[in-house]
């Protein structure tokens, strides 16, 4: 891999995360009904997290085979495995917990904040990650 692919794969990564915080989220639930809104959102999120999971993928791939650092091939791995533990484990928990709220279980409604709270901090963190990697090289 070139020079330019781990910073074109970190754009891409970025970019396509700062896209669905800045226009899908936002737009979701104003324009479909909370059921429409909650249909399309189980179905997006399976394909997102894959999305993400591959790119940084590739990513790290690309730092390993273009000789990055520890550091930005190890920020690459856990922004990888974040997207794959989202996707994977903490989806599904979500997915129970709003069902099961939904269903008048009460004590599933805080579950469900707390699981969903829990996916946005680590796609803000996985964010964070993303930038400050790309940012790094100019800092050494």
Not at 39 to 46: K, V, Y
Not at 80 to 95: G, T, V
Not at 121 to 136: H, M
Request: hydrophobic share 60%; charged share 15%.
């Amino acid at each position: 891999m070139t020079d330019i692919a781990l910073p074109s794969l970190l754009g891409a990564l970025a970019g396509s995360m700062l896209f669905f915080a800045v226009a899908v989220a936002p737009t979701v639930f104003r324009v479909l009904s909370v059921e429409q809104g909650g249909a399309f959102l189980r179905r997006f999120f399976p394909r997102y997290y894959l999305w993400g999971f591959v790119v940084a993928l590739l990513c790290t791939l690309a730092a390993l085979v273009g000789g990055a650092d520890v550091i930005t091939t190890a920020v690459c791995a856990t922004v990888a495995a974040l997207f794959l533990y989202a996707r994977q484990l903490l989806m599904p928990r979500i997915n129970r917990a709003r069902d099961l709220e939904l269903e008048g279980d009460g004590s599933a409604g805080l579950r469900f904040k707390r699981l969903h709270l829990q996916s946005v901090a680590i796609n803000a963190l996985q964010l964070l990650l993303i930038i400050a990697i790309s940012v790094y090289p100019a800092l050494t």
